[in-house]
């Protein structure tokens, strides 16, 4: 089952930041954050992820709380081709990184 | 990263029929998944495809109905059997590396049961 709890839909006016929270009040020590978007009801794509620390990439940024029960991540600069559902699960990757899907946001950014 | 193509794309079929999706991976890697999102839905887990053994299923899901194969280190099949109405759905495979933490995931089959 999901471990995660999401808004189910935000809005984002164009070129500002999207900031979309994810809470995963039981994650274990073991487990990561990872975070994926669909669009179109293509297969999703993989974004970013991380275990307790802050991650940057070249798509976004994840911010994990210190008690690591809650994140969020950062699109800094969003764009139309950023509408799109984002997905967060948290997976042990030892065990095979089963992930279980949560309910996701849809993100619509707005001109 | 890997790329992933599953063949067929799209599908119509008939009720009671059966349809066998293939994903395909241009590297070898080390575990294989496959989802299913029914419409409007998120994704579900289904199975890990285990190379060399049987499928492990997810609660609710069974062998019979969904058989899936995985002869080697890049290819894996998913059957949905004895199909109604209430298999139409999108199947994703993915995969991933033991060294990499992030799974990728193929474009998808449309299956639409008439």
């Known amino acids: 089952d999901a471990k995660t709890t999401q808004p189910p839909s935000m809005d984002c006016a164009e070129g500002r930041a999207a900031n979309l929270p994810c809470n995963h009040s039981?994650?274990?020590?073991?487990?990561?954050v990872y975070w994926y978007r669909q669009i179109h009801s293509q297969g999703p794509q993989y974004i970013i992820h991380?275990?307790?620390n802050n991650e940057t990439n070249e798509m976004a940024s994840l911010i994990i709380t210190e008690d690591r029960k809650s994140s969020t991540l950062i699109l800094p600069h969003a764009t139309l081709r950023d509408t799109a559902v984002y997905y967060c699960i948290v997976s042990v990757r030892d065990t095979g990184n089963q992930f279980y899907f949560g309910t996701g946001t849809s993100l619509t950014v707005i001109p | 990263s890997a790329v992933i193509s599953q063949k067929p794309s799209r599908d119509i079929c008939q009720r009671g029929t059966s349809l066998t999706i293939q994903c395909q991976v241009d590297?070898?890697?080390?575990?294989m998944f496959w989802y299913r999102q029914q419409p409007g839905q998120s994704l579900t887990l289904i199975a890990t495809a285990n190379q060399g053994s049987e499928a492990t299923y997810e609660s609710g899901f069974v062998i019979d109905k969904f058989p899936i194969s995985r002869p080697n280190l890049t290819f894996s099949t998913l059957t949905v059997s004895n199909m109604s109405p209430e298999d139409s759905s999108i199947y994703l495979c993915?995969?991933?590396?033991?060294?990499?933490?992030?799974?990728?995931f193929g474009p998808g089959t449309r299956l639409t049961v008439t």
């Open positions: 991380g275990l307790k």
């Open positions: 590297s070898q890697v080390t575990m």
């Open positions: 039981t994650i274990s020590g073991n487990e990561y």
């Open positions: 993915s995969v991933s590396h033991s060294s990499l933490r992030e799974q990728y």
